[in-house]
C-alpha cells in the first residue's frame, strides 16, 4: 500500500496555548499515526498528550506485536500508565489526562483505536464516514434517543467525557475488531475536537473533495478557525495512493437520519405526486398528523425533564466509572441519578484535595457530599500531640482547626463526633454537601479588586494588566478563582471556555 500523510496544529483563537499533540513514526509493526488533546490545564494538557505520542511511539517501537489489535490496546494501557504515574510524581500535574486516536498502517491493512472525544474519519467515494464514535455523556444521549446529532453538537456538556489517558489507573480504549481495508482515493482524518466542534461533518466532507494535503489541510485549520477557533485545532490526513483492495471495508457510525423530515411535502401527501388517489393522500395526512403529535409531545416530555437527562440514558455509569469520573465533571453526578449497580458507598479521589463521596441505594444515588482533605508532613514517629489524643480522642474537640491541621499524625484516629476525622495521614476537615452543580470551594485568595470587562479584553490581556501588582496570576487561576466565586458575574460555561462577554463582572486573585 502507497499513501502520503500531512499533520497540522493551531493553538485556536482563544487559547493561550496548544494542549494538542501529534506524531507519527515507522515501527516494526508498521506506519503509526497518533493525535492527542490534553486537559488539565495549559500546562498539565501540553504534557500528558506529549507523554501520550511520545509512550505509543515507544511501545510500538519496542519489539514486533502478532495480534495488531491487542497491541493498540496495550499501547493505550501503557500511555495512560505514563500519564498516570507522570502525575503522581509531581503534584502540580495531577488531574492531567488526554484524549488520543491512533492509525496503523500495516502492509494492507489498517488498524485504530481510540479514547476520548477526539475522532477518525474516513472519506470513501467522496463520502465523510465516522468510523470512531465519541467516549462522552452527549453521545450516549444521542445512542438512547434522547437528543439527535446535531444537537449534541450544542449541548451545554458536549465537552464531558467519559474516557481519557491518565485520569485513572486503568483506561477502557476502544479498539476496532477488524482491520480497514482502503481503496485507492480513500482518505483519512485523525483530529481533535477542536475541528469537529468548530466544524460540521458536511462542512468537513466538502474541504476533504480536494486530494491535495496541503491545501485540505489548511483549509480545515481555517473553518475551523472561522467557525470560532474556541479550542486547539489538530488535524491528521492520509491519502491512499495504491492498495490492492477494489472496494473499501470499514464500519462506520455516522449520525442515523431523523425519523420524519417536516419539511418534505411528500411526508404529508403534498404536491409533489398529484396523481395519487384521494385515499392514498388522506393516509399521508393522517399518518403525517399522528407522527407529528408523537414528536411534540416526545419534545415536550424531553423539555419538562431536562434536569433529569441523565437518567434517561440506556448507559448508566458503573461503580467503576463513578469511582473514577473526571475531576472537571464530578459535579454532574447529582442526587436522584440512577446507575448500573445495587447498592455501594463510592469514593471519587480524582480531584486534589477532596474526596467526593456517593452513597447509592437500590440503584438510586442517594446522598451526595464533599471531604476537604488537609495532608500535613509525615512522621515516622507519633509527636507528643498524637500520643495524648490516642490515649484521649475525646481531647481533639477542644482543639482549633489550626491545631488539628498541625499534627503530625501517626496513627488512626477517628472522631466521629467532632468536626474532623484523623485517618492515618490525612485528616479531613469540614465535611458538608456538595450543591448542585456548584463547583468545591477552595482555600479563599488575597482580592486586588473587581475588574469589569470592556469591549477588546480577553483573559489574557486582563491578567497582563493586573500582573504588576499580582506576578503568581494567571488565566488558570483567573478562571479558577472566579467559577466559585459569589461575586463574579457572568456565564460559568463560557468562563470554563476561556470565553468572556463585555460588561462581565471578575474577580482578580492576588496570592
Known amino acids: 500500500m502507497k499513501y502520503s500523510s500531512k499533520s497540522i496544529t493551531n493553538v485556536g483563537k482563544v487559547r493561550s496555548a496548544n494542549e494538542d499533540n501529534f506524531g507519527e513514526a515507522l515501527t516494526p509493526n508498521g506506519h503509526l499515526f497518533v493525535v492527542c488533546d ?30 495488531v489489535i491487542l497491541a493498540i490496546d496495550g499501547a493505550l494501557t501503557f500511555a495512560n500508565e505514563q500519564i498516570y504515574a507522570s502525575a503522581l510524581s509531581n503534584p502540580d500535574l495531577k488531574g492531567m489526562g488526554t484524549t488520543a486516536v491512533v492509525l496503523l498502517i500495516r502492509d494492507e491493512e489498517c488498524f485504530i483505536g481510540h479514547v476520548g472525544d477526539s475522532r477518525i474519519y474516513l472519506r470513501s467515494d467522496g463520502k465523510l464516514n465516522r468510523i470512531t464514535k465519541d467516549h462522552s455523556f452527549v453521545q450516549t444521549l444521542v445512542d438512547s434517543g434522547v437528543i439527535d446529532d446535531a444537537d449534541a453538537e450544542n449541548h451545554p456538556n458536549k465537552n464531558q467525557i467519559l474516557q481519557a489517558l491518565g485520569i485513572a489507573p486503568t483506561v477502557k480504549g476502544t479498539i476496532c475488531q477488524s482491520p480497514i481495508l482502503p481503496k485507492v482515493g480513500d482518505m483519512f482524518l485523525l483530529c481533535s475536537d477542536g475541528l469537529n466542534g468548530m466544524v460540521t461533518d458536511r462542512d468537513i466532507e466538502k474541504i476533504m473533495k480536494e486530494d491535495n494535503l496541503m491545501v485540505t489541510s489548511e483549509n480545515l485549520i481555517t473553518a475551523a478557525l472561522n467557525g470560532g477557533g474556541h479550542d486547539n485545532v489538530t488535524a491528521t490526513l492520509v491519502l491512499i495512493e495504491e492498495s490492492q483492495h477494489a472496494q473499501s471495508r470499514f464500519v462506520h457510525f455516522n ?38 403529535l408523537g414528536i411534540s409531545i416526545a419534545v415536550m416530555v424531553m423539555l419538562m425533564g431536562k434536569e433529569e437527562v441523565p437518567n434517561e440514558s440506556k448507559k448508566l455509569l458503573t461503580e467503576e466509572e463513578l469511582t473514577n469520573y473526571v475531576c ?41 457530599y464533599s471531604e476537604m482533605i488537609v495532608e500535613p508532613k509525615k512522621s515516622d514517629e507519633p509527636s507528643s500531640d498524637v500520643q495524648q489524643v490516642k490515649s484521649a480522642p475525646k481531647n481533639i474537640n477542644d482543639m482549633t482547626k489550626k491545631e488539628v491541621e498541625s499534627l503530625k499524625v501517626g496513627a488512626s484516629v477517628i472522631n ?48 497582563k ?12 487561576k483567573l478562571i479558577e478563582h472566579n467559577l466559585v466565586s459569589p461575586k463574579f458575574k457572568g456565564n460559568k460555561e463560557k468562563l470554563e471556555k476561556e470565553i468572556i462577554d463585555l460588561g462581565w463582572k471578575l474577580e482578580i486573585p492576588c496570592d
Open 255 to 292: 449520525p442515523k437520519p431523523k425519523a420524519i423530515d417536516l419539511t418534505s411535502t411528500q411526508q404529508f401527501g403534498g404536491g409533489v405526486n398529484t396523481d395519487k388517489p384521494k385515499k392514498s393522500r388522506l393516509a399521508y395526512y393522517i399518518g403525517g398528523s399522528v407522527l407529528l
Open 416 to 463: 466521629e463526633k467532632g468536626d474532623f476525622e484523623v485517618h492515618g495521614y490525612k485528616i479531613v476537615v469540614e465535611k458538608k454537601k456538595v450543591k448542585s452543580k456548584e463547583p468545591i470551594v477552595k482555600a479563599p485568595q488575597n482580592v486586588l479588586k473587581v475588574h469589569t470587562v470592556v469591549k477588546g479584553e480577553n483573559l489574557n490581556s486582563i491578567v
Open 38 to 67: 490534553g486537559m488539565g490545564g495549559h500546562v498539565g494538557g501540553a504534557e500528558a498528550s506529549k507523554i501520550a505520542v511520545n509512550s505509543m511511539v515507544e511501545f510500538f517501537q519496542k519489539e514486533v506485536y502478532d495480534n
Open 465 to 476: 494588566k493586573y500582573s504588576g501588582n499580582c506576578p503568581n496570576l494567571s488565566v488558570d
Open 328 to 368: 472537571q465533571n464530578v459535579n454532574d453526578i447529582k442526587k436522584d441519578m440512577k446507575v448500573d449497580f445495587e447498592s455501594d458507598t463510592i469514593i471519587n479521589s480524582q480531584c486534589e484535595g477532596v474526596n467526593h463521596i456517593f452513597i447509592v441505594e437500590d440503584s438510586v444515588v442517594v446522598e451526595v
